[in-house]
């Protein structure tokens, strides 16, 4: 059981140029996120999904677009890269713990470096 | 979701107690104080949460303030694995839509020294 896994782990980009991040996970869990941290800085949402096919906009959508066609994967695409954009980027699963509470379950991130 | 403060940094000696502090004193009365740490560059990890009772499980103990405007994380024998950042987050227990989202300060950071 890897829980919450993210390629790649480092990537560096031109600005302008698109990539793709990849979150998966082995646990069914319905809720899916991705957030960005940057340095010094708490996480921010950028999108999430409640389910297979369904997205929603998160704190800080601009530039970013999901995907959601598998339930174990959710997708993270930069079209145009900008350096804007460097940052770590966490994916996270909602799913239960334990004593009836959810919890969180976060991926090891993405470190982005946009020059 | 209400707003919480905290000092950005505190230190503690190992095997000594840490004590975190946390304001929230516009928090609602159904609003939760959930406690997350993240330990280097890793993803933020779940540490206690509670509502109004103190709470203790196998890693820390929370201590809720009765007018629940504040709260305490206690972690009761640091070691230097325990040096993290450690985020106080008061959100509603409801795990649908955009509720189920968290929304992370700053955290403070806590050093372990030998």
């Known amino acids: 059981n890897a829980g919450v896994t993210q390629t790649p782990k480092f990537r560096v980009l031109k600005t302008g140029q698109s990539m793709t991040l990849l979150c998966a996970q082995d646990m069914n869990h319905e809720y899916m996120y991705w957030y960005r941290q940057d340095p010094g800085m708490g996480l921010r949402l950028i999108h999430y999904?409640?389910?297979?096919?369904?997205?929603a906009k998160g704190e800080v959508p601009d530039g970013y677009n999901v995907s959601r066609l598998k339930k174990q994967n959710f997708l993270l695409g930069l079209e145009s890269a900008a350096p804007s954009q460097t940052s770590v980027y966490f994916c996270?699963?909602?799913?239960?713990?334990?004593?009836?509470?959810?919890?969180?379950?976060f991926g090891p991130g993405t470190r982005l470096t946009v020059t | 979701d209400a707003k919480t403060t905290q000092p950005p940094s505190m230190d503690c000696a190992e095997g000594r107690a840490a004590n975190l502090p946390c304001n929230h004193s516009?928090?609602?009365?159904?609003?939760?104080v959930y406690w997350y740490r993240q330990i280097h560059s890793q993803g933020p990890q779940y540490i206690i949460h509670?509502?109004?009772n103190n709470e203790t499980n196998e890693m820390a103990s929370l201590i809720i303030t009765e007018d629940r405007k504040s709260s305490t994380l206690i972690l009761p024998h640091a070691t230097l694995r325990d040096t993290a950042v450690y985020y106080c987050?008061?959100?509603?227990?409801?795990?649908?839509?955009?509720?189920?989202?968290?929304?992370f300060g700053k955290g403070i950071t806590l050093s372990v020294r030998p």
């Open positions: 516009t928090i609602s009365g159904n609003e939760y």
């Open positions: 509670g509502l109004k």
């Open positions: 987050i008061v959100r509603v227990a409801i795990y649908t839509g955009a509720n189920s989202k968290l929304t």
């Open positions: 999904s409640v389910g297979e096919g369904t997205t």
């Open positions: 996270a699963a909602l799913g239960p713990a334990d004593q009836g509470r959810y919890e969180q379950y």
